[in-house]
């Protein structure tokens, strides 16, 4: 499995950043999906999840309200759109996906793969 995040920036408090994770070599339709962040000096976090063909979303405390994630099956990727961006969102975004039959949780050990990272910087 192979994930491409894009979509990073730099941007003004209040605006917004829609990130993207092309996935190869499974299709979405069968796994969940996560994306995680990462600040300097601090440990990787979980945002928000997606599960299998989109079922299910579920989100970190501090993003709700503002963050959405969703996925488009046909391109096998998912998206994590970014409203109302705050200084604290600034972080390096990976996406994860676990290993077949695995369900993907809000702890990074519950995934296996990961993409580069894609860095979010939100002035204030």
């Known amino acids: 499995v192979q994930l491409q995040a894009s979509g990073g920036g730099l941007v003004q408090a209040g605006g917004s950043l829609r990130l993207s994770c092309a996935a190869s070599g499974r299709t979405l339709r069968v796994t969940d999906m996560g994306w995680f962040r990462q600040a300097p000096g601090k440990e990787r976090e979980f945002v928000a999840r997606l599960t299998a063909n989109g079922g299910f979303a579920d989100y970190a405390d501090p993003v709700k309200g503002r963050f959405t994630i969703s996925a488009d099956n046909d391109k096998n990727t998912v998206f994590l759109q970014m409203n109302s961006l705050k200084p604290e969102d600034t972080a390096v975004y990976y996406c994860?996906?676990?290993?077949?039959?695995?369900?993907?949780?809000?702890?990074?050990?519950?995934?296996?793969?990961w993409g580069q990272g894609t860095q979010v910087t939100v002035s204030s």
């Open positions: 994860a996906v676990p290993r077949l039959f695995r369900r993907g949780g809000v702890q990074s050990s519950d995934y296996d793969y």
